[in-house]
């Protein structure tokens, strides 16, 4: 029985650990969902969705750029930029949170290597 109890036991963490998401991807992932959060600016509950999402995969963008104090930098500045995009969605003011959201993929893509054009400039309301 106890033999049957710890194969039990293991299979939900196989399962786990095959759709986790590879550190090295974890950026990637955040700048995906902060560009939809930042496509989605007339809409606050999409920029909300997905600057959240966004957001679940920093921390482990944080301990893979560990060793690279400029990624890390960038990294801070984008989950301060998606918290800031959040914060307006839940005020519904769909513009600024689309425009933080813009922001934080900007940052986001630097940490990444710096290979993406920076945002257009945009005047804050």
Same mark, same amino acid.
């Given at each position: 029985? /106890? =033999?049957? /109890? ?14 986790? /998401?590879?550190? *090295?991807?974890?950026? *990637?992932?955040? /700048? ?25 995969? &920093? ?13 890390? =930098? ?9 918290? *800031? ?14 425009? *933080? ?6 940052? &986001?893509? =630097? ?11 945009? #005047?804050? #309301?």
């Amino acid at each position: 029985k /106890i =033999q049957s /109890i710890g194969k039990l036991m293991a299979i939900p963490a196989l399962l786990l650990a095959s759709a986790r /998401i590879p550190a *090295e991807e974890h950026t *990637e992932e955040a /700048i995906r969902h902060a560009g939809q959060a930042a496509r989605a600016s007339g809409d606050s509950a999409s920029v909300k969705e997905h600057a959240t999402e966004a957001l679940r995969h &920093l921390d482990a963008a944080k301990a893979a750029n560990r060793g690279n104090p400029e990624a890390l =930098q960038h990294l801070r500045q984008g989950e301060a930029n998606l918290n *800031e995009a959040i914060s307006h969605a839940r005020r519904y003011n769909s513009q600024s949170a689309g425009e *933080e959201a813009g922001d934080a993929r900007h940052h &986001l893509e =630097q940490a990444g290597g710096g290979q993406h054009p920076a945002p257009p400039s945009a #005047p804050r #309301p």
